[in-house]
C-alpha cells in the first residue's frame, strides 16, 4: 500500500515550535548631518525667493519722487541748482 507515503507529506504541515520575537539590544536611530555649505547654499535660496517675491519697483519711492520734482519745478531757482547738480554729476561719471 501506498498510504505510508501520505503519512510523510502530512509531517511537513506540523507546526514549529512558536515563541515570541526577540527584541532589538541597541536600536540605532537616523540622524541627519547638514553641512555648513548646504546651509549657506539654502540660505541664499530663501534670500533669492525673497528677492524675486519683492516688486522691482517701488511705488512709494517713485511717488515721493515726484513731489518732490513738482515742488522743485514750481521755484525756478531750485530746480535751475538741481538741473546744475545733475548735470555735473553726469558728466563726472562719463569724464
Do not use: C, W
Not at 514549529?16 to 541597541?26: H, Q, V
Request: no cysteine; hydrophobic share 35%.
Amino acid at each position: 500500500m501506498t498510504i505510508d507515503k501520505i503519512q510523510r507529506v502530512n509531517n511537513l504541515y506540523t507546526a514549529n515550535g512558536s515563541g515570541k520575537a526577540d527584541r532589538p539590544g541597541n536600536v540605532k536611530r537616523d540622524s541627519v548631518n547638514i553641512s555648513s555649505e548646504a546651509m549657506h547654499k539654502a540660505e541664499l535660496e530663501n534670500f533669492l525667493k525673497i528677492s524675486k517675491s519683492t516688486p522691482d519697483i517701488r511705488a512709494d519711492k517713485v511717488a515721493d519722487a515726484k513731489t518732490n520734482l513738482e515742488k522743485y519745478r514750481a521755484d525756478s531757482a531750485l530746480f535751475d541748482n538741481v538741473l546744475k547738480t545733475i548735470a555735473g554729476r553726469i558728466l563726472k561719471v562719463l569724464s
